[in-house]
């Protein structure tokens, strides 16, 4: 039984109703979400058909959740190399080109060698070949420049950037929560 549970992932939601978190998005496995059900840390909002069972008690597995206590998200994410390819969207910032994660590495604008810094504003992702091709120059001297000035993202704008790579899991339930890629008609 629980191997057919271990496909049902709880999505959580903050006191808003919003997601801790687009990517990874917030989930939490079933064992997870029912523990935080029976300790009163979170409403459940939407349910799978699947039902788990005890000899005293049985309820259907959450499929949403939202805590009860709001969590103040961070104003600033973390320095690191996901959270830099997240805003710049896995996006060579020299030749435009997307990339997945393992061939993506990241680039000093100015090089390290020359007094740059690894700072949100000084680095950015690159590909492999613009990286070697730029090597040890500074933009002026070799003309690549980045497409967008690496600056220090907000927790929202990744969020936001988050949103355009949903997980290759979504339950039906998760939808009025996510808003993947759809947009609010004016009404």
């Known amino acids: 039984m629980h191997s057919h549970l271990d496909s049902c992932p709880t999505l959580v939601l903050n006191a808003d109703y919003r997601p801790l978190s687009y990517f990874p998005l917030s989930l939490w496995s079933w064992?997870?979400?029912v523990k935080a059900v029976f300790l009163d840390r979170?409403?459940?909002?939407?349910?799978?058909?699947?039902?788990?069972?005890s000899p005293s008690f049985q309820m259907k597995v959450p499929s949403v959740i939202a805590?009860?206590?709001?969590?103040?998200?961070?104003?600033?994410?973390?320095?690191?190399?996901?959270?830099?390819?997240?805003r710049d969207r896995w996006t060579c910032q020299y030749c435009g080109t997307k990339y997945r994660t393992h061939e993506l590495t990241f680039d000093h604008v100015i090089p390290k060698s020359r007094g740059g810094t690894t700072t949100w504003e000084n680095i950015c992702a690159a590909c492999q070949d613009c990286n070697l091709l730029k090597g040890n120059y500074?933009?002026?001297?070799c003309k690549m420049f980045p497409i967008r000035k690496p600056l220090q993202p907000s927790?929202?704008?990744?969020?936001?950037?988050?949103?355009a790579y949903p997980p290759n899991f979504l339950h039906e339930s998760w939808g009025d929560y996510l808003y993947w890629d759809t947009e609010l008609e004016n009404g």
Do not use: C
């Open 67 to 86: 805590l009860k206590e709001y969590v103040q998200p961070k104003a600033r994410p973390a320095f690191t190399r996901f959270n830099v390819f997240l």
């Open 155 to 163: 927790t929202i704008e990744l969020q936001l950037n988050g949103r």
């Open 138 to 141: 500074l933009p002026e001297e």
């Open 31 to 33: 064992q997870e979400a």
């Open 42 to 53: 979170v409403s459940i909002v939407s349910e799978y058909d699947a039902v788990i069972r």
